[in-house]
């Protein structure tokens, strides 16, 4: 199969030409989503070859339980699903009687699917032969509506190219549907209700065990050459599934079209006794509307999302289409509309980790809706975790730890931990640094610090009471170490003393003391509603400084680096480079017992901490660690790349810096891991803004100012992208020939440049 069969194009994802094998790719290619639902790009009309079916609402998931072959205490009882919901995008058809199945044509020429990423819509186009000869062309337009975010459109029209022929349309719904990746086959959705009324559809259906209430439901119009017909609909019922049944005698050139309009109302907003009124309302503010209208307004309302978001590339069109992309999936995962919901890693594209939170949102995340959004957004994301603290000392308590220790989870949908990967669920806690460091890189960029007195400081003291427990005092060392974890790189489990993780843990106990003494001096109610909650004493501070000020960090004096783990040298260190390809991805081609034993990091690990703590380390300290770890690095996470992007830019590795943002950036487009059917890398699109951003264009903060360092890669004329800064929008050009910066709102605003201060004035453009 051609991995690499997208055309080049700055504003769409287009694929010319049908090809079986890569249907299932495509599906997650061309999904859409509009932050409240979402569906893969499956076919309308039936189709026997190889697929997976896909839609999925926010919010809704059923514990699946967990598939091991032994128990261990404190291990989570279930893996949390993301759901594949009730189906409403179905229309079947035939011509004459013979069902139109892209699988058994005769023929399929000028096929061509489109995802419009400037303004919000997946369309796709194709002319077949079918069995009995008939030749048709088919034209299907679909996209979910981010005004009335409980409705998506449908236009599917079908014109006969040679013959006379009675068209049948049959829409559908259907809430008979199962997960792909059910551990144990067992059925997540209970069909309450079917019910039709004046040419609407509706199944209302709950999850199991989870109690979530959704209604499916449609409504369908017919045109002919463009002409409203009421054509008799016959209705078929069965105990999971209705659908309408309209049959059209249609001339040789006409057109027939059906328009479908569908979606979910959901008890999380509405009373699950009125999700049907609910679903009316909706399809009557949708179908007074009409397609037509509705995607005008979907173009504005995409339009506004861009105006902020957008990155501007000259010069390099696939660059420009991988960062477009990534900044579209974002969007149309997480609008931050919401406080209970978040960013899962494979967003409404796919199945597979399950779980809707991650530590990507903390690590990789925040900064891109913090930046392009207002700071309410990123607020939201912060207050999610806030809201689960009381789960994460349950988190805690099931692993032994007390006094309101609390452990974020690596998975979840409410709080509970539900990864069912043991040496990820109990080892893998550097996750709880994530949280603190994002409370962190909030306010440092917004200067929004109500936040910390209000909620944070109570999340920052869970977890330096966390990392308290879970290090032990080494008389050998005469230094407290942290044993028997799982840092970011994967491909190390069961080790001691990792590098990044005693870092964090340090840095968080630190980070929760300095904060306990600005609240008492500051914001004396609120601390005092927090010590009496926390019942946090000066002596059990002193004991938490007591482990930080004596942790332990592996440090070899022969290459004179930290070392990501005590037992790090103890390996064979061959670099990438001196691996045969034959053998790469090493995930795929090597056992679980070979990868452990290796150097090999699937991603950045002691360099994550460098990234999150660059200011505490000079250039030389990075340049030093950059040049130990990237050659053993394979970058077989979505997650790496960005990271060695945005170092490698910082240290003048611009080929480099590029090579990793372009691997980055299109990594669902290029399929480089070879897994892209599964669905998206939605978080680590985060990384790819970063690696613009952060990388080439080298904002950061300094001394409570904003700070750039300009880069550019060779190939590049030109680049831009707008910040969100305290209420200023701010929008940086960089060209071959310097960085210009304009200030499109909010008053005079001094930044730094190349370590120089530059005052910005409203409108006036001005070029460094």
Known sequence: MNQNYIQPDNWSIIEEGFDTESVKSSESLFSIGNGAMGQRANFEEYYSGATFQGSYIAGVYYPDKTKVGWWKNGYPEYFAKVLNAPNWIGINVSIN????????????????????????????????????????????????????????????????????????????????????????????????????????????????????????????????????????????????????????EVKANETLTIYKYGGYTVCTNHDKYELISAAKKALHNATSLGFDTLLENQKEAWAKIWEMADITIEGDVKAQQGIRFNIFQLNQTYLGKDSRLNIGPKGFTGEKYGGSTYWDTEAYCIPFYMTTKDQQVARNLLQYRYNHLEKAIENAEKLGFNNGAALYPMVTMNGEECHNE????????????????????????????????????????????????????????????????????????????NWYTNYIAQWCIKFAQEHIEKVKNEYAADYDRIMQKARLSDQEISSWMEVAENMYFPYSEQYGVYLQQDGFLDKDLVSVADLDTSQRPINQKWSWDRILRSPYI????????????????????????????????????????????????????????????????????????????????????AG?????????????????????????????????????????????????NGTSFELEKGEDLVILVDGKKVAVSPNDLVTV
Request: proline share 2%; net charge negative.
């Open 97 to 248: 009687d013979e069902v139109l199945d892209l699988n058994a044509c005769k023929k399929v020429t000028d096929f061509r699917r489109e995802l419009n990423m400037k303004e919000g819509w997946y369309e796709r186009s194709f002319v077949v032969t079918l069995q009995n000869d008939i030749e048709i062309s088919v034209a299907a337009k679909r996209f979910l509506s981010l005004d009335i975010d409980e409705v998506g459109a449908i236009a599917y029209s079908i014109q006969l190219r040679n013959s006379d022929a009675t068209i049948k349309y049959t829409p559908y719904l259907d809430s008979g549907i199962k997960n792909e990746d059910a551990n144990w086959e067992e059925k997540f959705w209970e069909t309450i209700q079917v019910k039709e009324e004046n040419n609407q559809a509706f199944i209302v259906a709950k999850t199991l065990k989870t109690d979530f209430y959704a209604c499916t439901f449609m409504q369908t119009e017919l045109k002919l050459n463009g002409k409203s017909l009421d054509v008799p609909t016959n209705v078929s019922e069965k105990s999971t599934y209705i659908s309408f049944n309209y049959a059209q």
């Open 422 to 497: 043991w040496e990820i669920t109990f080892e893998e806690i550097h996750r709880n640094g994530a949280i603190a460091f994002a409370i962190y890189n909030y306010t440092r960029y917004t200067g929004d610090y109500s936040y910390i007195p209000e909620m944070g400081l109570e999340v920052m003291i869970g977890i330096a009471r966390f990392w308290h427990q879970r290090a032990s005092f080494s008389t050998a060392k005469n230094k407290y170490v942290i044993l028997g974890v799982t840092g970011p790189n994967e491909y190390e489990n069961n080790v001691n003393n």
């Open 602 to 685: 699937k991603q950045a690990d002691t360099l994550q901490g460098f990234y999150f703590f660059e200011d505490h380390f000079t250039k030389e300290e990075l340049e030093k660690h950059f040049n130990f770890y990237e050659p053993f690095t394979v970058h077989e996470s979505s997650l790496s790349p960005c990271v060695h992007s945005i170092q490698a830019a910082k240290l003048d590795k611009m080929n480099m810096a590029y090579t990793f943002y372009l691997r980055t950036s299109r990594l669902d487009l290029d399929d480089y891991n070879k897994e892209v059917e599964e669905g998206l890398h939605i978080t680590s699109m």
């Open 688 to 736: 790819t803004w970063m690696s613009i951003v952060e990388g080439f264009g080298g904002m950061r903060m300094k001394n409570d100012t904003l700070s750039f360092e300009p880069r550019i890669p060779e190939r590049w004329k030109g680049y831009s992208f707008k910040v969100n800064y305290r209420n200023h929008i701010l929008k940086i050009n960089v060209t071959q």
